[in-house]
């Protein structure tokens, strides 16, 4: 053998060698991305599924795009929730949710990259204990009646008695000045959220978009579907004439009865999400 067949076959075995040495170094980064412990509790495990749900159902409904997000709390530890990492909802898998503090920090260090907005989940969950799911997203009927003055997303039709008097509008230029990025990117700005969402179920937010909660991830799928259903048919009465709104014994009748009938919507609208799913 030449020296130069022997300093090619050493280049070889020292490609291996790499070789070998990366494929452990992803395999131990993907083992960091699973930031949840090893041996979930049944409750655990069940919320997460149905946070995978809820995420694939938002999509389909056409309240998130690449951007928005759903959480839920901790069923077994109320100072904590549960959110995707950082992608579009309509991807997110099981293994893909994190566990964070109110603070917004996840849990396990050194996963991966975390929502921006995610400040909005833990202040929410923070001020609000009768809260146990959130929804943040963009969806465009809603936007319009967060820069319009004078105009209030109100109910007007009976799915949306939820929204009760109406719907507090966030101005974020109160909090971070004139020249912000709009985002709710920290702790700070997610409190100045939660106080304008006070006991309400909706905030809209001026020039981005609203947040919803519940108390539960179904009731909050719901009122995000039917948030950006209410302001569609609003914004079509208004272009009509007057609006005639329901009165607040309606709003509470409304919901009242509505209530009951949540899971009816969550079957279709999984059957519908799991038929033209993306998520691998
Ligand atoms: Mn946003």
């Given at each position: 053998?030449?020296?130069?067949?022997?300093?090619?076959q050493?280049?070889?075995f020292?490609?291996g060698?790499?070789?070998?040495h990366t494929?452990?170094?992803?395999?131990?980064?993907?083992?960091?991305g699973?930031?949840?412990?090893?041996?979930?509790?049944?409750?655990?495990?069940?919320?997460?599924?149905?946070?995978?749900?809820?995420n694939?159902?938002?999509?389909d409904?056409g309240?998130?795009d690449?951007?928005?997000?759903?959480?839920?709390?901790?069923?077994?530890?109320?100072?904590r929730?549960?959110?995707?990492?950082?992608?579009?909802?309509?991807l997110v898998?099981?293994t893909?949710?994190?566990?964070f503090?109110?603070?917004?920090?996840?849990?396990?260090?050194?996963?991966?990259?975390?929502?921006?907005?995610?400040f909005i989940?833990?202040?929410?969950?923070?001020?609000?204990?009768?809260?146990?799911a959130?929804?943040?997203?963009?969806?465009p009927s809603?936007?319009?009646?967060?820069?319009?003055?004078g105009?209030?997303?109100?109910?007007?039709?009976?799915?949306?008695?939820?929204?009760?008097?109406?719907?507090?509008?966030?101005?974020?230029?109160?909090?971070a000045g004139?020249?912000?990025?709009?985002l709710?990117s920290?702790?700070?700005l997610?409190?100045?959220?939660?106080q304008?969402?006070?006991k309400?179920?909706?905030?809209?937010?001026?020039?981005?978009?609203?947040t919803?909660?519940?108390?539960?991830?179904?009731?909050?799928?719901f009122?995000?579907?039917?948030?950006?259903?209410?302001?569609?048919?609003?914004?079509?009465?208004?272009?009509?004439?007057?609006?005639?709104?329901?009165t607040?014994?309606?709003t509470?009748a409304?919901?009242?009865?509505?209530?009951?009938?949540?899971?009816?919507a969550?079957?279709?609208?999984?059957?519908?999400a799991?038929?033209?799913s993306m998520a691998?």
């Amino acid at each position: 053998m030449t020296f130069r067949e022997k300093a090619g076959q050493f280049r070889g075995f020292l490609r291996g060698i790499v070789w070998v040495h990366t494929i452990a170094r992803k395999r131990s980064i993907v083992c960091k991305g699973v930031a949840m412990p090893d041996k979930l509790t049944e409750a655990v495990s069940s919320a997460i599924r149905e946070l995978v749900d809820a995420n694939h159902i938002l999509f389909d409904q056409g309240v998130v795009d690449g951007f928005g997000h759903v959480s839920a709390r901790h069923p077994d530890r109320a100072d904590r929730f549960l959110l995707a990492r950082s992608m579009a909802p309509a991807l997110v898998t099981e293994t893909d949710v994190l566990e964070f503090d109110l603070e917004g920090n996840p849990v396990e260090k050194g996963g991966p990259a975390a929502y921006l907005e995610r400040f909005i989940h833990g202040e929410i969950y923070r001020k609000r204990p009768d809260v146990n799911a959130v929804v943040h997203s963009h969806s465009p009927s809603v936007v319009p009646f967060g820069v319009v003055a004078g105009t209030k997303l109100r109910p007007m039709f009976h799915m949306c008695g939820f929204l009760g008097a109406g719907t507090p509008v966030f101005e974020i230029r109160d909090f971070a000045g004139n020249g912000s990025d709009l985002l709710i990117s920290n702790n700070h700005l997610g409190a100045a959220l939660a106080q304008s969402l006070g006991k309400g179920p909706a905030v809209l937010m001026r020039g981005h978009g609203s947040t919803v909660v519940g108390s539960s991830l179904r009731q909050v799928v719901f009122r995000a579907v039917y948030t950006e259903v209410g302001a569609r048919l609003q914004a079509e009465a208004m272009r009509l004439g007057p609006v005639t709104y329901l009165t607040e014994e309606e709003t509470v009748a409304t919901t009242n009865t509505i209530g009951t009938q949540i899971d009816r919507a969550w079957f279709l609208w999984l059957k519908a999400a799991q038929k033209r799913s993306m998520a691998g």
